[in-house]
């Protein structure tokens, strides 16, 4: 019982780091899709902040504000979150249509 639950553990995680991957190819190849794409309330919520607080850390030369504004510009940039595990990608919004049976 121990092996298959294991492999279940190993498999997630290898799955977890090829999402990631996938992710951060995406974010390479194609960047003006990912900068111009998919912007909604928690976006701009980031970038309002890193924004205010980069303000901040130059006004009062805080390198901590500094850190914590790119955090949030780099947030918003890519579009990832801050969550736990399986949790640093924002879902990408699809329309999918219902269908009646």
């Not at 309330?41 to 914590?68: K, N, S």
């Not at 890519?78 to 924002?90: D, P």
């Amino acid at each position: 019982m121990t092996l298959i639950t294991n492999a279940l553990i190993n498999f997630s995680q290898f799955y977890e780091i090829l999402i990631r991957k996938h992710r951060i190819m995406n974010i390479l190849t194609h960047p003006k899709e990912v900068l111009f794409s998919n912007w909604h309330f928690m976006r701009w919520l980031r970038l309002a902040l890193g924004i205010y607080v980069g303000v901040q850390a130059i006004q009062f030369t805080d390198a901590l504000a500094g850190m914590v504004s790119a955090f949030f510009l780099y947030q918003a940039i890519t579009n990832t979150g801050c969550c736990g595990a399986s949790g640093c990608s924002v879902p990408d919004q699809t329309n999918r249509k219902q269908t009646a049976e």
